[in-house]
């Protein structure tokens, strides 16, 4: 009979056990814990209804602010696709009169906010505005009352279309002219290649630039404001401080998120598993055609048309009131606003480049499903209305200040002020939450461009993760972290609604003064600090039109392979390439 084998203690097999989490794992889940706060503070406030609220809204207005908000953002994402996709093709595929100025100027609408030209518009074309008074004046017509939704509509599209121009062309050119050739040489015309292969191609980067214009229309303040149209971000506004009710703010604001994330699930249902990958040489770019005589001159004109309207007419007109009466007009106080503009802006860039750092670097170092998953839910900030993020960060400080800080100063025996709630620490906190998502974007895309031989190196050398991160990649990330303090300073500095919401009393910011004297329609007292917040904006859009025109190479197109081509550098700017 055999005898069962037996195993020596030190021939047994070795028990699996984890490994322990990184310390850059743990502060990466830390943080995405910290910005689910607001979220969920939204979404659990549907717990206890507010009955009465409700009953009294969907009487009165709540029917006519969803209508209102979704035919907003219905046009404004039409009004941009065509638009867009339009001007990009336009400047790509042929060659005409003021082309290369055109191509790199249409960007700059992007340098205003929406609220700014939807005042600079209203005190334009109103019957009492300079434009107006000279039609009747010099030619004896009245201009035509326009309906407040189609204003709206017609501006959003104005600033936003640039979105999809930025990502359109970039696809456009990456296509390159085998593409076109190819489908030229199966008997397709230029505008059947373009309906049939061109732009199927550059749908991915198209419905992205679209997605991105109706997020920021479902999250606009401001510019309803001005016009007088109620939408559902101006009906939380209201709600809070016209009824005095934030409960139920806070679950109306919960419309605007289910809204939001409809959007993106809209964007990725729509670009399917759709791609667009670069080659590494991507070839001759697309031939242009030349547009000579009227129909150069008709193209021209009308992109010159755009960017008056969208850019050149509100540049101006702010400029007119800024120097009107023989100076600047700047109010009082202004500097004070100024200065805790930057202030605010510079520390929110500064904090969201940090945690940035932190979440692209915990993913280098692991990975895995769940740091892709902590990354991409703190992505979705940057899809949600400044005014869904205010009130979910309102109610849990509301919450700490009461029940923890309340008890503190019972134990104390003195009652303690509230000490988060209408204080900078939630309005920072708000601008993390609402644009960490850009600073990430921007230092991730530099980080994966550093190949993982420099970090073996670094470690054969015994360097730790700190000494490598310090000494190897920070230097090589100074393009990324730079673009990531610029554009979200910038962002900060225009944000309306969450700054609206949460600022502390008696702190102005630009947007606040902008929109305080425009309410009142006093148009020149708003011009100086919205020609601020237009300078500020030129910065990154004046860097976009550098690094895009720089990336294509040669005057007349891309014809030959460029820096940007050579494996290991960097793309063009906006390359669009969403993993799955």
């Given at each position: 009979?055999?005898?069962?084998?037996?195993?020596?203690?030190?021939?047994?097999?070795?028990?699996?056990?984890?490994?322990?989490?990184?310390?850059?794992?743990?502060?990466?889940?830390?943080?995405?814990?910290?910005?689910?706060?607001?979220?969920?503070?939204?979404?659990?406030?549907?717990?206890?209804?507010?009955?009465?609220?409700?009953?009294?809204?969907?009487?009165?207005?709540?029917?006519?602010?969803?209508?209102?908000?979704?035919?907003?953002?219905?046009?404004?994402?039409?009004?941009?696709?065509?638009?867009?996709?339009?001007?990009?093709?336009?400047?790509?595929?042929?060659?005409?009169?003021?082309?290369?100025?055109?191509?790199?100027?249409?960007?700059?609408?992007?340098?205003?906010?929406?609220?700014?030209?939807?005042?600079?518009?209203?005190?334009?074309?109103?019957?009492?505005?300079?434009?107006?008074?000279?039609?009747?004046?010099?030619?004896?017509?009245?201009?035509?009352?326009?309906?407040?939704?189609?204003?709206?509509?017609?501006?959003?599209?104005?600033?936003?279309?640039?979105?999809?121009?930025?990502?359109?062309?970039?696809?456009?050119?990456?296509?390159?002219?085998?593409?076109?050739?190819?489908?030229?040489?199966?008997?397709?015309?230029?505008?059947?290649?373009?309906?049939?292969?061109?732009?199927?191609?550059?749908?991915?980067?198209?419905?992205?630039?679209?997605?991105?214009?109706?997020?920021?229309?479902?999250?606009?303040?401001?510019?309803?404001?001005?016009?007088?149209?109620?939408?559902?971000?101006?009906?939380?506004?209201?709600?809070?401080?016209?009824?005095?009710?934030?409960?139920?703010?806070?679950?109306?604001?919960?419309?605007?998120?289910?809204?939001?994330?409809?959007?993106?699930?809209?964007?990725?249902?729509?670009?399917?598993?759709?791609?667009?990958?670069?080659?590494?040489?991507?070839?001759?770019?697309?031939?242009?055609?030349?547009?000579?005589?009227?129909?150069?001159?008709?193209?021209?004109?009308?992109?010159?048309?755009?960017?008056?309207?969208?850019?050149?007419?509100?540049?101006?007109?702010?400029?007119?009131?800024?120097?009107?009466?023989?100076?600047?007009?700047?109010?009082?106080?202004?500097?004070?606003?100024?200065?805790?503009?930057?202030?605010?802006?510079?520390?929110?860039?500064?904090?969201?480049?940090?945690?940035?750092?932190?979440?692209?670097?915990?993913?280098?170092?692991?990975?895995?499903?769940?740091?892709?998953?902590?990354?991409?839910?703190?992505?979705?900030?940057?899809?949600?209305?400044?005014?869904?993020?205010?009130?979910?960060?309102?109610?849990?400080?509301?919450?700490?200040?009461?029940?923890?800080?309340?008890?503190?100063?019972?134990?104390?025996?003195?009652?303690?002020?509230?000490?988060?709630?209408?204080?900078?620490?939630?309005?920072?906190?708000?601008?993390?939450?609402?644009?960490?998502?850009?600073?990430?974007?921007?230092?991730?895309?530099?980080?994966?461009?550093?190949?993982?031989?420099?970090?073996?190196?670094?470690?054969?050398?015994?360097?730790?993760?700190?000494?490598?991160?310090?000494?190897?990649?920070?230097?090589?990330?100074?393009?990324?972290?730079?673009?990531?303090?610029?554009?979200?300073?910038?962002?900060?500095?225009?944000?309306?609604?969450?700054?609206?919401?949460?600022?502390?009393?008696?702190?102005?910011?630009?947007?606040?003064?902008?929109?305080?004297?425009?309410?009142?329609?006093?148009?020149?007292?708003?011009?100086?600090?919205?020609?601020?917040?237009?300078?500020?904006?030129?910065?990154?859009?004046?860097?976009?039109?550098?690094?895009?025109?720089?990336?294509?190479?040669?005057?007349?197109?891309?014809?030959?392979?460029?820096?940007?081509?050579?494996?290991?550098?960097?793309?063009?700017l906006l390359d669009y390439r969403r993993p799955e």
């Amino acid at each position: 009979m055999s005898q069962p084998a037996t195993v020596r203690p030190d021939e047994r097999p070795a028990v699996w056990m984890p490994s322990p989490p990184s310390v850059w794992s743990v502060a990466a889940t830390v943080i995405a814990a910290l910005l689910a706060v607001p979220i969920l503070a939204v979404i659990f406030s549907l717990a206890h209804p507010a009955a009465d609220v409700w009953q009294h809204l969907w009487r009165t207005q709540l029917a006519g602010l969803i209508i209102n908000t979704l035919g907003l953002v219905a046009a404004v994402g039409a009004g941009t696709l065509v638009l867009g996709t339009t001007l990009a093709w336009l400047v790509v595929a042929y060659d005409f009169p003021g082309r290369r100025v055109f191509e790199a100027a249409l960007i700059l609408p992007l340098a205003i906010p929406a609220y700014v030209i939807g005042f600079a518009f209203l005190g334009t074309f109103e019957f009492a505005g300079p434009l107006a008074t000279w039609i009747r004046t010099t030619i004896g017509w009245r201009l035509p009352d326009v309906p407040s939704g189609v204003g709206v509509a017609v501006v959003m599209t104005l600033v936003f279309y640039p979105y999809v121009y930025l990502l359109a062309r970039a696809a456009f050119h990456e296509q390159g002219a085998a593409t076109l050739e190819t489908a030229r040489s199966l008997g397709r015309s230029r505008r059947r290649a373009f309906f049939e292969v061109a732009l199927p191609m550059a749908r991915p980067s198209i419905v992205a630039g679209t997605s991105l214009a109706m997020m920021e229309a479902l999250a606009d303040f401001g510019t309803v404001s001005t016009f007088g149209y109620r939408t559902l971000a101006e009906g939380v506004y209201r709600v809070w401080y016209g009824m005095f009710d934030r409960v139920a703010a806070t679950q109306l604001a919960t419309l605007l998120l289910f809204f939001a994330l409809g959007l993106l699930l809209l964007e990725r249902s729509l670009r399917g598993r759709a791609r667009f990958v670069q080659s590494q040489r991507r070839g001759p770019g697309v031939t242009r055609a030349r547009l000579s005589g009227a129909r150069g001159l008709a193209v021209a004109a009308g992109c010159a048309g755009v960017l008056g309207l969208a850019f050149v007419l509100p540049a101006a007109q702010l400029t007119t009131w800024a120097l009107a009466d023989g100076g600047l007009r700047v109010r009082t106080g202004f500097i004070a606003t100024l200065r805790n503009t930057l202030v605010l802006a510079g520390t929110a860039a500064l904090a969201t480049a940090v945690l940035a750092l932190v979440l692209a670097y915990a993913r280098r170092l692991a990975p895995g499903g769940a740091a892709r998953f902590v990354t991409q839910f703190v992505s979705m900030g940057y899809a949600l209305p400044g005014s869904v993020i205010a009130v979910g960060i309102l109610v849990p400080m509301a919450w700490i200040d009461h029940e923890i800080i309340g008890r503190l100063g019972a134990l104390v025996g003195r009652p303690l002020d509230l000490v988060l709630t209408g204080s900078v620490v939630g309005l920072l906190f708000a601008y993390v939450v609402r644009f960490l998502a850009v600073s990430f974007q921007s230092l991730e895309a530099s980080l994966v461009k550093i190949p993982g031989s420099l970090d073996d190196a670094a470690r054969s050398l015994g360097a730790k993760i700190g000494t490598t991160l310090r000494r190897v990649h920070l230097p090589l990330l100074r393009s990324g972290l730079l673009t990531a303090l610029v554009i979200v300073f910038v962002e900060t500095m225009k944000e309306m609604p969450a700054t609206l919401l949460l600022r502390p009393f008696g702190v102005t910011t630009l947007p606040i003064e902008v929109w305080e004297r425009t309410s009142e329609s006093l148009w020149s007292d708003a011009a100086a600090p919205a020609l601020a917040i237009v300078a500020a904006g030129l910065i990154p859009v004046f860097l976009a039109i550098r690094l895009t025109d720089r990336s294509w190479g040669p005057r007349h197109g891309p014809q030959t392979p460029t820096r940007s081509d050579r494996p290991g550098k960097p793309g063009p700017l906006l390359d669009y390439r969403r993993p799955e």
